[in-house]
């Protein structure tokens, strides 16, 4: 974590105007709001159009299948040293068919062995924006072998989403949920 505190502190139930309560009330009919939507309820205007965009993105919208859509925003967690997207989605990761030997090796990006050629593509391409907000010809060759032109774009919409995720946990300082460990590679950020 990049902030031991933080900097904008997540709402409370009981401190929640009727717009802040408008934009929890989905999640907390669900049991759970984390502390990256009591943060963000701090504009509620933008947390909605956020969470709009959001949902894309990790819906059956998006035309990556989940295992493809999580070992991007692990790498994009990884490469913003973002402690909390990090946290989060290695948990669905899991979920979605990655393996603990594969989330490890995700630190370790593009040239780790034992990713397949697809795969292999997909940690290159968030890569590649994350350092020049590109995606080379060769890179995006391979893609092309594995995936749709619509999955090509969400390869794009999704690093990009977790990018800015990544970018507003951060500077906000948003902390880990109760329950959940920091994993030590990103304790030093």
Request: proline content about 6%.
């Amino acid at each position: 974590m990049r902030l031991t505190d933080p900097r904008i502190s997540p709402l409370q139930d009981a401190n929640l105007t009727p717009d802040q309560a408008e934009v929890l009330a989905p999640m907390a009919a669900t049991g759970r709001v984390l502390n990256i939507f009591r943060t963000l309820a701090r504009a509620p205007k933008a947390a909605k159009a956020f969470l709009s965009w959001g949902n894309y993105v990790l819906s059956r919208r998006n035309d990556l299948p989940p295992r493809q859509r999580e070992l991007l925003i692990l790498r994009i967690g990884f490469l913003c040293r973002s402690g909390y997207e990090w946290t989060q989605h290695v948990e669905i990761g899991k979920r979605d068919g990655l393996t603990e030997a594969e989330i490890a090796r995700i630190k370790l990006g593009p040239n780790a062995p034992d990713w397949s050629e697809a795969d292999k593509a997909l940690l290159q391409a968030a890569d590649e924006l994350h350092h020049d907000q590109f995606i080379t010809d060769p890179t995006w060759a391979v893609l092309k072998g594995s995936f749709t032109d619509k999955q090509c774009m969400d390869v794009v919409f999704t690093v990009g989403q977790y990018t800015q995720v990544s970018m507003m946990l951060n500077s906000f300082g948003v902390q880990l949920d109760p329950g959940q460990v920091l994993d030590p590679d990103l304790a030093a950020y």
